[in-house]
């Protein structure tokens, strides 16, 4: 097919769909089912039956089945997907296993992670896995919610079902059905902007 590269290692299963402009190699596997859509690159990596991955890259990955992936997502060595996730818009996974129906839908790095099933990973969720000098490992489990703009700074243990509210900067281990929230007060002076800008 025009507009698509599959090295002689990689394997392509009867009944998968791959679309123009992408290149497969590196021993690739796709499985029945799966569809890759225009412009991805995937290099040694797995993709399930039935997942879709749009406009993306996968090097090392492995994806399991009724996923969807992207657009724009980067999953690197080690990220290991499991059945039934999202990974969103311009979503990293490195060296991180995800369980079954874990959902990160947009703009999250996640690195040196174990997440487990049923996970919500919100906007702007930051793995924090280094310190300058050695990675370190997150572990969040099952059920749990991670709310939009926050920094998990590893090493760190999130429990099964508690909520990290959006905004919040965690440093500490967070028990099984916690509630963990930390934001700075807002001050808002009522016309305290008027003149800054100029007229309105």
Known sequence: ME??????DSAVE???????PAHISGGSHICRGAVIMPFC???GSYVGENTVVFS???NGAHVGENCTVGPYAYLRGGANIGNNCRIGDFVEVKSSSIGDGTKAAHLAYIGDAEVGKNVNIGCGAVFC???GKKKHKTTVGDNAFIGANCNLIA???IGKGSFIAAGTTVSRNVGDESFCIGRAEEHIKPGG???RYGDF
């Open 56 to 58: 993306s890259t996968l």
């Open 193 to 195: 902007a008027r003149g």
């Open 14 to 20: 009867e009944g998968a769909k791959i679309y123009a």
């Open 155 to 157: 090493p760190l243990d």
């Open 41 to 43: 690159t995937l290099i």
């Open 129 to 131: 896995n280094y310190d």
């Open 3 to 8: 507009g698509v590269y599959i090295s002689s």
